[in-house]
């Protein structure tokens, strides 16, 4: 029954999405007084608990939703001015065809700045949106471009979480992701189609597809081999977008205008770059200049103000104002306009943020400052799925990934909350640590295009908010697929 009622959270957001397409705000209310209910009646967990537990979710959460406030801010500005549809026709010059440009910006291109360490959903839902893709294609071609390629990128931060969490060699576990990213990608890419209202020619877009798939997993892998798992994703990327400029035989403009537009994209990427890849500067704004609150005894968050893409984006917002402003504009004026945009889907995210916080500290005793697994749903969770499966488990164990994605908005977050039951479930079933801990990764990454978390930072900037449930209903089946199929290439492998 622990385990049915550890999952319960999981059901009800399905049924709610699926059956009552509940808009994304009500469904994170939903979500967290139910989840709040069952951590305190069914795991027995103290209200002031739940209390903190949901403070230290939003605490949490905060560091995203500025990213997504100031990823707001610059994207509107720029679609006023028309910047973001001039410069995204200049790169997809002699690109044709929706489903062509959505490769290009959603898995280039996407690729690329989640690999820099860019959240790529401000810069690429609105570049989707600009090319005539709509508002719910936009929206999730803008997560799934990245997300099988997820567990590689933001500068490496994932592989570096979990080789802490499971105390295996980082190097064997981002070769093993590079490996697994195949499957989970091209699965993925395989259902753009599904998304752009073009089911019946997927067996048409299908070469495009896996040569694309084949070409990025593969430079990826071999940047891990023989360079290093903090760049991978970013070549991958890159990879991307030149084997689709050379089979297009896309003419990218270069202009005076162009470099203009340009402009505050390369401010944002050297800036981030040079965060995340110069180790003396990563030093310094990441680690010297940062700080820590404990909300709870057992975990504390750490705030790195100058390190975090929001004080980048919000730079490269007033360097396109320099650039585009005429003598009507008001910097206070956009904003309060992109709060306006903004307000309700960061209220919804960070509801999301709490109700991670409730699963992963529900059963926290304050008195020995421990968590009592019996009544951890996390731990539930995951033991039961163990428990289910048995020999098969490895097939299972994306899934599980999905869910933590799912349920918290966080792959990282997932990699917490299962990664070291992996090691202990290994030695069990007598299959590779390193294995069962990258099948487990891969299914959170492919989570993502299944989280209302990252979905409601999505939809905003490109006209979805209020869309969001009809999103969901169609990326919760595709992500669950995705994450079995990994499962099963992995068991083959294993």
């Known amino acids: 029954m622990s385990f049915f009622w550890a999952l319960s959270p999981v059901i009800l957001i399905f049924v709610l999405v699926v059956f009552f397409k509940i808009d994304l705000f009500n469904l994170a209310v939903a979500s967290f007084l139910y989840t709040a209910a069952v951590a305190i009646l069914v795991f ?64 280039g291109f996407g690729n690329f700045f989640e690999g820099a360490g860019v959240i790529a959903e401000p810069v690429v839902a609105p570049m989707l949106y600009s090319v005539g893709v709509s508002s719910t294609g936009s929206a999730i071609l803008s997560i799934l471009g990245y997300a099988g390629l997820m567990h590689l990128a933001l500068a490496g931060v994932i592989v570096t979480v979990l080789a802490n969490v499971t105390s295996l060699s980082s190097y064997q576990l981002a070769l093993s992701l590079a490996l697994l990213s195949f499957p989970a990608t091209l699965f993925l890419y395989l259902t753009i189609p599904l998304f752009l209202g073009e089911l019946s020619a997927t067996l048409r877009y299908a070469p495009i597809i896996c040569l694309l798939s084949l070409v990025i997993s593969l430079f990826a892998y071999l940047t891990v081999r023989f360079v290093g798992f903090s760049i991978s994703a970013m070549m991958g990327g890159i990879a991307g977008i030149a084997f689709l400029f ?29 965060v995340n890849m110069i180790g003396p500067v990563h030093d310094l704004l990441a680690h010297k200049l940062s700080f ?158 299944s989280s209302p978390f990252k979905i409601a930072i999505a939809s905003p900037l490109c006209d979805a908010v209020g869309k969001e449930n009809e999103i969901l209903r169609l990326s919760i089946p595709v992500g669950i697929g995705a994450s079995l199929l990994v499962g099963v290439a992995g068991y083959l492998l294993g």
């Open 292 to 449: 820590q609150v404990a909300v709870l005894p057992i975990h504390s968050i750490t705030f790195r103000p100058l390190a975090n893409a929001y004080l980048y984006l919000f730079g490269a917002f007033l360097l396109s104002y320099r650039i585009f402003s005429s003598q009507e504009d008001r910097i206070l004026g956009y904003l309060g306009t992109a709060f306006g945009k903004a307000a309700k889907p960061l209220l919804s995210m960070a509801i999301f943020g709490a109700v991670g916080s409730v699963i992963a500290f529900s059963g926290f005793n304050p008195e020995s400052h421990s968590l009592v697994l019996s009544n951890n749903m996390a731990h539930c969770l995951a033991q039961g799925l163990i428990r289910s499966t048995g020999g098969y488990y490895p097939i299972f164990a994306p899934l599980l990934g999905w869910m933590g994605t799912f349920l918290t908005g966080y792959g990282v977050a997932s990699i917490m909350l299962f990664g070291k039951l992996q090691l202990a479930t290994a030695n069990m079933l007598g299959v590779s640590k390193v294995l069962l801990a990258s099948l487990l990764t891969v299914g959170a990454s492919v989570g993502s295009i």
């Open 246 to 274: 050379v089979v297009y035989k896309a003419r990218p403009t270069l202009s005076r205008e162009m470099v203009k537009d340009t402009a505050p994209f390369l401010f944002l990427f050297i800036s981030l770059f040079s």
């Open 44 to 107: 027995h967990t103290e209200p002031k608990v739940v209390a903190l537990a949901s403070l230290d979710g939003v605490l949490t959460t905060l560091p995203l939703l500025l990213v997504v406030y100031s990823g707001i801010l610059i994207s509107q500005f720029l679609l006023e001015k028309g910047s973001l549809q001039r410069l995204t026709k200049s790169f997809s010059q002699g690109v044709e065809g929706e489903f062509n440009k959505s490769l290009l910006i959603g898995a």
